[in-house]
Nanobody, 122 residues
């Protein structure tokens, strides 16, 4: 069982930055992927960024490439999402997730955090 707790959301003006954190309850270093998903009101859930563990390979949805960066501190079992040049369309509830990589990449991971709200005003 893995428990995930997100933090770092908030409200920011367009062009600003936020860093989301996701603390995992146990070591997830064994052939895992972790990722960030988001869901805006009235829209489908979207996979934003994924990182493989322990390899560190990353993948991003096209709309955030060059603006967002996913990373992980293995010693702290913590996942991060650095979000720069934020746009109003980035407004959503952001969720941390963890599973075997197949689960993350198909959009149906086993473990989810509770979510943290990101609001970007124009």
């Amino acid at each position: 069982q893995v428990q995930l707790v997100e933090s770092g959301g908030g409200s920011v003006q367009a062009g600003g930055s936020l860093r989301l954190s996701c603390a995992a309850s146990r070591d997830t270093n064994v052939a895992f992927c972790m990722g960030w998903f988001r869901q805006a009101p009235g829209k489908e859930r979207e996979r934003v960024a994924v990182i493989s563990i322990p390899g560190g390979a990353t993948e991003y949805v096209d709309s955030v490439k060059g603006r967002f960066a996913i990373s992980r501190d293995n010693a702290k079992n913590t996942l991060y999402l650095q979000m720069n040049s934020l746009k109003p369309e980035d407004t959503a509830m952001y969720y941390c997730a963890a599973d075997l990589c197949a689960g993350i990449l198909t959009g149906d991971p086993k473990y989810w955090g509770q979510g943290t709200q990101v609001t970007v005003s124009s």
